[in-house]
Structures are given as structure tokens and as C-alpha cells.
């Protein structure tokens, strides 16, 4: 079966604190493709990231980094330096190849205080 | 570039009312497209995708209905609303199964 579980309901920090996001997924396929996307209170899904499962490495971009473990089957999202437009549910993603749709974590609640 | 519209934004409608969301896609052509709905407890619930026109897959049966008229626009509709039907509405397309899906602005739907 597959599943994501992003095990922190809601986290506050104040501005300038750095910040994890957790994510860990469930899937029995080889290959497979894990997202982030950001919901700030407007609504509207942003996409962040998307990251196939034979690639490793981890990512940087501007404050933001992911770190893939396929020995943990863990995807987190790190905010640096956090501000409060980082304000917003963040959501992990799934997309394994033996389904045909995406399946999303039930998202971390992130505020940053001024 | 693509982008992806949907309206209305907001709808407050009674209960055993009819409903139509529209969903349209452009710049591109034959996007796999998807309905998600999200009531208050964020989680996303996937309720209907389709891969091409007249195509429709229901992931969870209720009282809605999608439909894909032409390539790039999708509709999702129900004869009778239910107070349970408020929500979120997100449509997303994505050019194949596993690329990236993108999401439009969303329709906030209040049933009273």
C-alpha cells in the first residue's frame, strides 16, 4: 500500500528560526516520485519540489533544502532563516508507479511569528 | 506557458441545489486532469481524474459528477447539493501520470 504520513500537525516558530518539515512514505514499487507543495491561506496549491527515487542527492534552493533518504524512506523539507510569508500547510507527495494517482500526506500547519 | 483557471471562486449555495465548477487548462494539450476536494481537515481528497475527452475515473463514489466536454476543460457537477459537499474545490493537470500535477486557484463552496 502505499502512504505518506507527515507526522507534525501543526508547528510554530518565530521568524528567523530554521525549521523541519517531516515527511515518511510507504511504497513497495522501485520507482516512484516524491513532492512538496505549499498552501498559503489563499488556497491555491504552489508546487516546491518534485524528486524521483534514483536520485539521491539532496537539494537547495535559496532558503529552502530537502533531504532524500531511501534508507529512511524519508523526504524532508528544511526552511533556513524562516519568515512569516513561509506561513502556510505544507504537503509531501507520493506518486508510485504501480498507481495511477498522487497521494498526499495530510499536511504540517507551519506559522512564523514576527 | 500553461495555466490553469477555475470558477467561480467562492459559491454559497442551499442545500439540494445543483452545482457546476469549471475547470479550464491552456496551453497545452490533452492534460490528464483531476478534482480534489479538501474539507476543513486539509487533507486532499482525490474525487475524479480524466486522461482524455468523455473519460472519467471516480475514485469515490457520492453525489458528484465530473465531466470532460473538450480537451482542456473539465466540470464537476451534482443535481442535489448536501451540507457534507462543502469544501474546497482544487483542479490540477498534469501532462502524464507522473509528472508534476499543478493546481488551480481553488472554489471555496458553502452549502447551507
Known amino acids: 500500500a502505499q502512504k505518506v504520513t507527515q507526522a507534525q500537525t501543526e508547528i510554530s516558530v518565530v521568524e528567523k528560526e530554521d525549521v523541519t518539515l517531516d515527511c515518511v512514505y510507504e511504497?513497495?514499487?522501485?520507482?516512484?516520485?516524491l513532492f512538496w507543495y505549499k498552501q498559503p491561506p489563499s488556497g491555491e496549491l504552489v508546487f516546491l519540489i518534485r524528486?524521483?527515487?534514483?536520485?539521491?542527492q539532496n537539494e537547495i534552493s535559496g532558503r529552502y533544502s530537502w533531504n532524500f533518504q531511501k534508507s529512511t524512506s524519508s523526504f524532508n523539507f528544511t526552511i533556513t532563516a524562516s519568515q512569516v510569508v513561509d506561513s502556510a500547510v505544507y504537503f509531501c507527495?507520493?506518486?508510485?508507479?504501480?498507481?495511477?494517482?498522487?497521494?498526499f500526506g495530510k499536511g504540517t500547519k507551519l506559522s512564523v511569528k514576527p | 506557458s500553461q495555466t490553469i483557471h477555475q470558477w467561480p471562486a467562492t459559491l454559497v449555495q442551499p442545500v439540494g441545489s445543483p452545482l457546476s465548477l469549471e475547470c479550464t487548462v491552456e496551453?497545452?494539450?490533452?492534460?490528464?486532469l483531476y478534482w480534489y476536494r479538501q474539507a476543513a481537515g486539509r487533507g486532499l481528497q482525490l474525487l475524479f481524474y480524466?486522461?482524455?475527452?468523455?473519460?472519467i475515473s471516480s475514485e469515490v463514489p457520492q453525489n458528484l459528477s465530473a465531466s470532460r466536454p473538450q480537451d482542456r476543460q473539465f466540470i464537476l457537477s451534482s443535481k442535489k447539493l448536501l451540507l457534507s459537499d462543502s469544501g474546497f474545490y482544487l483542479c490540477?493537470?498534469?501532462?502524464?501520470?507522473?509528472?508534476?500535477?499543478?493546481f488551480g486557484p481553488g472554489t471555496r463552496l458553502t452549502v447551507l
Open positions: 524528486r524521483n527515487s534514483f536520485d539521491e
Open positions: 507527495a507520493l506518486w508510485g508507479g504501480s498507481q495511477g494517482n498522487l497521494i
Open positions: 480524466s486522461v482524455g475527452i468523455g473519460q
Open positions: 496551453g497545452t494539450s490533452n492534460p490528464n
Open positions: 511504497t513497495r514499487d522501485t520507482t516512484y516520485y
Open positions: 490540477a493537470w498534469t501532462q502524464r501520470e507522473r509528472d508534476t500535477q499543478y
